[in-house]
């Protein structure tokens, strides 16, 4: 059965959609990661143009960053002050990247940056996440004590300005680091079309020595308020939020998460980090290729952008 | 009226008869005049109707659908353009010459676009130079009797702007300063050939038009699931050893129908409340699919 998607103007198929949001919510429900990486590249892999893709992926990751964040409300497992702080940095992140993708758009280079980020991110994250991961495998094999980093050490993020108390946190630090976190990942949320959690999460840890308790909790709570700010703007400024596209995608990732999370409960941390960073770094080696190879068409075309 | 007119709208109305296919309110204009939708009030013959020997002939035609919906489950649509010679001098056995060449073309509305070239820096190959055609086809259609060379010679098809090669395709001012001729060339190709690849840019298979008897010919347009929305021109194009002898104009609308049409609309008239409900739909979905699975599993 097709369907005609109303913003990215083509017809599609259903089951494809539906399936491809089921995937990704399987993994992303396996590996607790938001799955905006791994959603946005598929989509555009599918021809639905990059732009779209992008805008249409924030209202997809708030979708099912939702459910999330008010559970671990629940548990008390959300640093409000905290949050506020990176949501207030985020979306100023996120106006800054939606202009940014309206000019990069009107003058054609919109695609080769958002390559060039995920592959910049990704491999980062990917490179770190598998040697931590095959350095605790190996640990653990010879039979050392696995143990986390030694926390409560003073760095220099400590000695900046503007020093606020955040109590469920337990820290006393000044606001410009989280701000600026904030600020970066809602930068990226509106270029790339991802949550930014996988940035997030291990700057409020080692940065920020946010306990581990709460990260988790206050980086969903920041997601979920930066993804409705950026598809807001998306949908006003560059008009790519696709309703349609985006609750296919929802659908099938909702059913997807939920095996994720009961495929996720066999596994080992260490093995899971090893898999997604495996996964992670795949992603990028494919995204990267396509910048070097030299492409079969060397031209293309869209239409006229911005000027009326 | 003139009175040459008034000749006119009688053979228009007796080929109208003849046919007995083609409503009588369809009578459209030649090419050369400006597109007009209707001609004067209908009057009474006033000579004798029917074909002379001495006449001009001329070319009228239609398409079998005025308008087309593109709905959630568009995937296309098929025309079938059809007409008739006035006048038709055209002999009954034709034995496999052709006496007459008819040539139809479909077109869309004709919009701007970029064309964007890549180069290689550095190892990754970035869009470095671009082209602003201010005006090219969306979409582009034709079908005729036998190829196009063989009916006629380049500097008519170019007047007339039948084929690939003589779509018309303006540069946006300031385009030419900072490229050859020989590089416009290619960006102009570019689009051609990624409009053929998207199936918008389609030659109909060998006798896309077929004639049936003396003077009525028949084609059929096949618009793909992907065909832009917006008014589509049939140009009708009859043609006598190489010459254009009579040129003629039929409108096709093709319109956004049905939910689609209004989430579109809706999205570019109101931004914001679109935007706004997206949020709205996104938590609702996102709380709803959890409840539901915490009851599955509980």
């Known amino acids: ?308 | 009226m003139q009175p040459g007119a008034a000749a006119m709208t009688c053979r228009r109305l007796a080929v109208a008869a003849m046919l007995a296919l083609v409503a009588p309110a369809l009578a459209q204009d030649a090419l050369p005049l400006p597109p007009r939708v209707l001609m004067g009030p209908r009057q009474p013959p006033a000579g004798p109707a029917g074909p002379r020997k001495d006449a001009v002939e001329r070319v009228e035609a239609d398409v079998s659908t005025r308008s087309v919906e593109v709905t959630t489950g568009f995937t296309g649509h098929e025309i079938l353009v059809f007409g008739a010679i006035d006048n038709s001098q055209q002999p009954e056995d034709t034995a496999g010459n052709y006496y007459y060449d008819v040539v139809v073309v479909v077109e869309g509305t004709p919009y701007a676009v970029v064309v964007r070239r890549k180069s290689d820096i550095a190892g990754v190959w970035i869009n470095t130079s671009s082209v602003l055609f201010a005006s090219v086809p969306s979409y582009y259609a034709i079908a005729s009797t036998r190829s196009l060379d063989q009916i006629a010679g380049p500097a008519v098809l170019e007047r007339n702007s039948i084929g690939f090669a003589h779509i018309q395709m303006t540069p946006a001012v300031g385009v030419k300063w900072n490229l050859s001729d020989y590089e416009l060339a290619g960006f102009r190709a570019a689009v051609i050939r990624l409009k053929q690849k998207e199936h918008l840019y389609v030659v109909e298979a060998k006798e896309g038009v077929t004639f049936t008897g003396r003077s009525l010919f028949r084609s059929t347009i096949a618009l793909p699931g992907n065909v832009p929305v917006g008014p589509l021109v049939a140009r009708t194009y009859l043609f006598r050893d190489g010459e254009v002898l009579s040129a003629h104009i039929a409108r096709v609308t093709l319109e956004r129908k049905g939910i689609e049409r209004v989430l579109h609309d809706f999205a570019f008239r109101y931004p914001f409340t679109y935007g706004i409900i997206a949020v709205m739909l996104a938590v609702l979905a996102g709380l709803s699919g959890s409840m539901f699975f915490r009851r599955e599993t509980a």
């Open chain 1, 1 to 308: 059965m097709n369907i005609y998607l109303p913003i990215a103007e083509m017809s599609v198929n259903v089951a494809v959609f539906l399936s491809m949001g089921c995937a990704v919510g399987f993994l992303s429900g396996m590996f607790g990661v938001g799955g905006g990486f791994l959603l946005t590249p598929l989509l555009i892999f599918m021809g639905i143009p990059s732009a779209v893709a992008v805008g249409t992926g924030s209202m997809q990751i708030m979708a099912s960053s939702v459910a999330g964040a008010i559970a671990q409300y629940r548990r008390r497992n959300v640093d409000i002050k905290m949050g506020l702080v990176l949501v207030a940095g985020g979306v100023v992140g996120a106006i800054v990247g939606v202009g940014l993708v309206r000019i990069l758009r009107q003058i054609g280079q919109f695609d080769l940056f958002v390559s060039l980020s995920y592959v910049l991110f990704l491999g980062a994250v990917g490179g770190l996440m598998l040697i931590e991961s095959v350095g605790t495998i190996r640990r653990a094999r010879s039979g050392q004590p696995v143990s986390a980093r030694k926390t409560g050490q003073h760095s220099w993020v400590h000695g900046l300005p503007f020093k606020m108390r955040f109590n469920r946190s337990k820290l006393y630090i000044s606001v410009v680091p989280p701000a600026a976190i904030g600020a970066f990942v809602g930068f990226m949320a509106a270029i790339m079309g991802v949550g930014g959690g996988f940035v997030m999460v291990p700057a409020m840890i080692y940065l920020l020595r946010v306990p581990t308790s709460v990260v988790i909790g206050t980086s969903l709570f920041q997601i979920v308020f930066v993804m409705a700010v950026t598809t807001l703007l998306q949908a006003v400024q560059n008009k790519t939020v696709d309703v349609v596209l985006a609750m296919l995608l929802i659908v099938g990732g909702v059913v997807g998460a939920q095996f994720g999370v009961i495929a996720g409960g066999r596994l080992k941390g260490e093995q899971l980090r090893f898999l997604l960073a495996a996964l992670v770094l795949l992603v990028c080696l494919r995204i990267g290729w396509e910048l070097v190879a030299r492409p079969g068409e060397l031209y293309s075309i869209g239409p006229l952008l911005g000027r009326p």
